[in-house]
């Protein structure tokens, strides 16, 4: 699925040669995003260590983004991007009530996260006409929620903490054509926040069955933790 959604951008792409920067100094990227693994912790508040250490993982996680870049000098761009990462998938047993047992029923977790990201990049100086290198980094602010999913239950975010973070990355454009180029990045970022959501309510009704929830609200901790990559397609202006 990764694999065909990167051949599509590269086939959109891959139009011509013979290619460079010349006088335009505006760009605007659509990419695709590949992040390897991120953690929710959902208990960050316990006293004891071990529970409050204790995380399930979400792997490959694809999502689209957007870049706008600025060319202030001959080596030097400056640039803003956000993007849109919705995952979920099977997270802990969540326990509750059925009458005077207690029943263990399965959850779907994950999150949104939207980060808006300021960053400054240099070209390399062995970057040649058709290759452009660049390394670069900045800060971010990391938007985001809880993402819980199970019977007619629905979860919604009554705090967060507000995220701030840095990143650093490599890149590589590929012009292709004049105003047209190939998009490769590898960045480094360890976004993480926390939240407190609350169910709409307490009674459920799971897999035709009426159980009660032990808590109307519960604590977590996002951590995007994992290397992310980027494949797209920029324009030059």
């Not at 999502?63 to 600025?70: E, G, K, S």
């Not at 509750?96 to 029923?105: L, Q, Y």
């Not at 903490?161 to 292709?176: E, N, P, R, T």
């Amino acid at each position: 699925m990764l694999f065909k959604y990167f051949l599509i951008l590269f086939l959109l792409s891959a139009i011509a040669v013979n290619a460079q920067f010349g006088d335009k100094h505006l760009s605007i990227g659509i990419n695709a995003v590949y992040t390897t693994s991120a953690r929710i912790f959902l208990n960050p508040n316990s006293s004891d260590p071990i529970l409050r250490n204790n995380a399930f993982g979400i792997s490959d996680i694809l999502n689209p983004a957007l870049d706008i870049r600025y060319r202030i000098t001959d080596d030097i761009i400056l640039g803003i991007g956000t993007e849109y990462m919705k995952t979920t998938a099977p997270g802990p047993n969540l326990t509750a009530f059925a009458g005077n047992s207690t029943v263990t029923i399965n959850v779907n977790d994950g999150f949104l996260l939207i980060p808006v990201e300021v960053s400054g990049y240099y070209i390399l100086p062995f970057s040649t006409v058709k290759f452009k290198f660049l390394m670069g980094g900045g800060a971010g602010y990391y938007f985001g929620e809880h993402i819980r999913d199970f019977g007619d239950a629905s979860v919604s975010n009554v705090s967060r903490d507000f995220a701030y973070g840095i990143q650093v990355a490599v890149s590589m454009d590929y012009l292709v054509h004049d105003g047209i180029s190939i998009h490769s990045e590898m960045k480094f970022r360890d976004p993480q926040f926390k939240v407190k959501s609350e169910y709409n309510k307490l009674e459920v009704n799971y897999n035709n069955e009426k159980i009660l929830l032990a808590q109307k609200t519960f604590d977590s901790k996002i951590n995007v933790d994992g290397v992310t990559f980027i494949l797209g397609v920029s324009y030059f202006f």
